[in-house]
């Protein structure tokens, strides 16, 4: 072989690779006791068959990614729950219009195949499917030298849904008196690491000998699917607010209806430990407000006589409490008081 020879593999790119990884997730998708599925991992495109007993199905879709909770994920080189907060942060979404998530595809793009660290990322997509009673049912693997630096990559994924136009959650079933209630985060989930990753660069934090913020930065992003669907099936929501980038004034807001007010007490809010870390950091209550969920993971807008079968649907970890009503007003939403911080 002429080694003066362009190819693709001396440029950065290994197909064996890529293959071996798609054989690799093409089997262990395909590892599911019960009713036989299509599976075309490998193909052109994934087939998904529509759920059934829907008299006017429609489609939801939503798409995210993680954001720069990758970079922490390198740093800590633990990457068995990035793929958990990436199916989260794309069907927390869809079930803010009342949707049932049915199948999810994923795309990573990275430096330079590395299989474990695939594997692993694929691990927590499963498990994040397997959460939210979605299927993976497909995705892309892109290696992309030259674009990413050593060791570097990105994800991103694409979440698909199904509701009947009966059961869509839409400002119009909010009224006035309803009741707001939090259902806590189990942390920051997956907004505001840019602004995470300055602090610890700035004030030369080592992570890695850091056991609270190792812990903390890491933990998967709650997936509250079958809390909220239960609630939806049961007719006991009127709206809901996933809280995510923008907090909970920027996520509250683009569900309530004009002419009505989402007033909120600060400080009812129960804090978590790490917001309470990164409060002491020189970040305003603004800042914090519009960057973390603060401990608010998720909203539900509720009517009061629903209040004590609602709370019945979570565990206690993540039981709901109220922070807020909704009232007459211009302003979609309303502050009062301040965050008690720790």
């Given at each position: 072989m002429?080694?003066?020879?362009?190819?693709?593999?001396?440029?950065g790119?290994?197909?064996?690779a890529a293959d071996?990884?798609?054989?690799?997730?093409s089997?262990?998708t395909?590892?599911?006791?019960?009713?036989k599925k299509f599976n075309n991992?490998?193909?052109?495109?994934?087939i998904?068959s529509i759920?059934k007993?829907?008299?006017?199905?429609?489609?939801?879709?939503?798409?995210?990614?993680v954001?720069t909770k990758?970079e922490?994920?390198n740093?800590?080189?633990?990457f068995d729950?990035?793929?958990?907060?990436?199916v989260?942060?794309?069907?927390?979404?869809?079930?803010v219009?009342g949707?049932?998530?049915?199948l999810?595809?994923?795309?990573?793009?990275?430096?330079?195949?590395?299989?474990?660290?695939l594997?692993l990322?694929?691990?927590?997509?499963?498990?994040?499917?397997?959460?939210a009673?979605?299927e993976?049912?497909?995705?892309?693997?892109?290696?992309m030298?030259?674009?990413?630096d050593?060791?570097?990559?990105d994800i991103a994924?694409?979440?698909?849904?199904?509701?009947?136009?009966k059961k869509?959650?839409?400002?119009?079933?909010?009224?006035m008196?309803?009741?707001?209630?939090?259902?806590?985060?189990?942390?920051?989930?997956?907004?505001?690491?840019?602004l995470i990753?300055?602090i610890?660069?700035k004030k030369k934090i080592n992570?890695?000998?850091?056991y609270?913020?190792?812990?903390e930065?890491?933990?998967?992003?709650?997936?509250?699917?079958n809390?909220?669907?239960?609630?939806i099936?049961?007719?006991l929501l009127?709206g809901?607010?996933n809280?995510?980038?923008?907090?909970?004034v920027?996520n509250?807001?683009?569900v309530?209806?004009?002419?009505?007010?989402?007033t909120?007490?600060?400080?009812?809010?129960?804090?978590?430990n790490i917001?309470?870390?990164l409060?002491?950091?020189d970040?305003?209550?603004?800042e914090?407000?519009k960057?973390?969920?603060c401990?608010?993971?998720f909203?539900?807008?509720?009517?009061p006589k629903?209040?004590t079968?609602i709370?019945?649907?979570f565990s206690?970890k993540f039981?709901?409490?109220v922070i807020?009503?909704?009232?007459?007003g211009?302003?979609?939403v309303?502050?009062?008081?301040?965050?008690?911080w720790?």
């Amino acid at each position: 072989m002429n080694k003066k020879l362009f190819t693709y593999k001396k440029s950065g790119v290994n197909i064996n690779a890529a293959d071996k990884f798609v054989r690799y997730i093409s089997k262990i998708t395909s590892k599911k006791k019960g009713k036989k599925k299509f599976n075309n991992i490998g193909g052109f495109g994934s087939i998904s068959s529509i759920p059934k007993n829907m008299k006017k199905p429609k489609i939801v879709a939503c798409t995210d990614g993680v954001g720069t909770k990758v970079e922490i994920a390198n740093i800590l080189n633990k990457f068995d729950t990035i793929g958990i907060d990436l199916v989260a942060m794309s069907v927390n979404d869809l079930i803010v219009q009342g949707a049932k998530p049915i199948l999810f595809l994923d795309y990573i793009s990275i430096n330079k195949i590395n299989l474990r660290k695939l594997k692993l990322i694929l691990k927590g997509i499963i498990k994040g499917c397997k959460i939210a009673k979605c299927e993976l049912v497909g995705g892309e693997t892109a290696e992309m030298p030259g674009t990413y630096d050593k060791g570097k990559f990105d994800i991103a994924g694409f979440a698909v849904g199904i509701v009947d136009e009966k059961k869509i959650l839409n400002y119009r079933k909010i009224k006035m008196n309803d009741l707001i209630l939090a259902v806590p985060s189990s942390g920051v989930h997956a907004n505001g690491y840019s602004l995470i990753r300055n602090i610890i660069n700035k004030k030369k934090i080592n992570i890695k000998k850091n056991y609270f913020l190792k812990n903390e930065l890491m933990k998967q992003t709650k997936i509250y699917v079958n809390e909220v669907l239960s609630l939806i099936e049961k007719n006991l929501l009127n709206g809901c607010a996933n809280i995510t980038g923008g907090g909970l004034v920027d996520n509250v807001k683009r569900v309530i209806p004009d002419n009505l007010s989402a007033t909120i007490d600060l400080n009812k809010i129960k804090t978590l430990n790490i917001f309470n870390w990164l409060k002491k950091n020189d970040i305003s209550d603004n800042e914090m407000l519009k960057t973390f969920n603060c401990g608010v993971g998720f909203c539900l807008i509720i009517n009061p006589k629903n209040e004590t079968k609602i709370k019945q649907y979570f565990s206690n970890k993540f039981k709901p409490y109220v922070i807020g009503k909704i009232d007459r007003g211009k302003t979609k939403v309303k502050l009062n008081g301040k965050i008690n911080w720790r």
